[in-house]
């Protein structure tokens, strides 16, 4: 029995790709509507998943001169009543196709995606979700069949999580926004790219807060802003950010550093998303902590998506204590990471994202 899983804009499209593999046999045993990229909430699409299946093995001769047709005629309407000894033989035959369908409902009730077949170990699966990997990236890992080893589920997981540093623009401003809930090292991070960006590659840098709120921020930005030899602006709302608009000309790239905000805060961050939307970011991180919670993840990515990220950065990787979960939050949000911070130091502790690290990060580095 052949398991596959189809995806396309609408039903009609995914049953004709199933069809395509499968053949005209193929019995569909699941449709549901996905939105990709959805476990954060962002750059999601919707689409149509269909799960179909086929018989990969020969169908048997009936007793007799008569091969049995892989499907019933309608020419069985005209035809005279059959024989008592034919429709036992036809009972049986329905009978078998309900108990097969049974065990394929089962099937695809206890697993997101087919068990590994031959060449993956039998229980790579579930070493992949010890790691904390979840369903649904396994169902990606599994698309083209089983990994043949931990090894090449590796590659697969890398290639499931796109980079993107920070893309200077040739001509004008590039202008990059950081947001994210409380406590995530929006200012460290914010000096961080600001120093890399003035004292290694030598660009003209402009950091322009809008944390006027949180105790110490502004000051703790200026120091930065002081050592790095960097100007610091303050804008406390989206009329003041207009002002200052023309100023980003000057450079060649703006860094905002905003207020950090609980993902619950739905008026606050509306407001964040405003004053964003005057100073018209090229792009927009959303930082998360490594070492938050798969819930908290969920959280700021619902609360935060008004802001429209165009890429996330992870936080705090030198604090997670299971790295599964995270990666699996990063891969099923749809958006390319751009950086890593792995400590306090600054500039130092960052790193542009490598999509082969955090899949060895927690899959294990290649023997």
Aim: net charge negative; aromatic share 2%; proline share 7%.
């Amino acid at each position: 029995m052949k398991i596959k899983r189809f995806e396309a804009e609408s039903a009609p499209a995914a049953l004709r790709l199933a069809r395509a593999a499968l053949g005209d046999e193929a019995v569909v045993l699941q449709t549901r509507r996905v939105r990709v990229g959805g476990l954060l909430r962002l750059g999601g699409r919707e689409r149509v998943e269909v799960l179909a299946a086929v018989d990969s093995s020969p169908v048997p001769a009936e007793d007799g001169d008569h091969p049995r047709s892989g499907s019933h005629s309608l020419e069985g309407y005209s035809s005279p009543a059959m024989p008592p000894a034919e429709r036992g033989g036809w009972e049986r035959d329905l009978s078998g196709l309900r108990e097969e369908l049974a065990v394929l409902r089962r099937l695809v009730l206890s697993a997101a995606c087919p068990e590994p077949g031959e060449g993956a170990p039998a229980d790579l699966r579930a070493q992949l979700r010890e790691r904390g990997l979840s369903d649904a990236v396994l169902a990606r890992l599994w698309e083209d069949g089983p990994p043949a080893d931990l090894g090449a589920a590796r590659a697969r997981l890398a290639n499931q999580l796109p980079a993107a540093p920070i893309a200077l623009r040739p001509s004008g401003p590039t202008v990059v926004a950081l947001v994210g809930p409380t406590g995530v090292g929006k200012t460290t991070t914010v000096a961080k790219l600001a120093a890399s960006a003035a004292l290694v590659e030598g660009r003209r840098v402009l950091v322009v807060t809008l944390d006027t709120y949180r105790i110490g921020a502004v000051e703790q930005l200026q120091t930065y802003a002081r050592l790095i030899n960097v100007p610091l602006v303050v804008a406390a709302s989206a009329t003041e950010v207009s002002t200052i608009r023309p100023r980003f000309a000057e450079y060649d790239l703006v860094l905002l550093d905003t207020v950090g905000r609980s993902p619950r805060c739905a008026d606050q961050i509306a407001e964040q998303a405003r004053a964003l939307a005057a100073a018209e970011p090229t792009e927009v991180h959303l930082l998360l902590a490594a070492s938050a919670s798969i819930a908290a993840l969920h959280h700021a990515g619902a609360g935060f998506a008004v802001t429209r990220p165009t890429h996330l950065l992870l936080t705090k990787r030198d604090e997670a204590v299971e790295f599964g979960p995270t990666v699996s939050a990063l891969v099923e949000a749809g958006l390319p990471v751009s950086y890593v911070t792995t400590g306090q130091n600054v500039p130092q502790d960052i790193e542009a994202a490598d999509p082969a690290a955090l899949a060895a990060a927690v899959l294990g580095e290649e023997a």
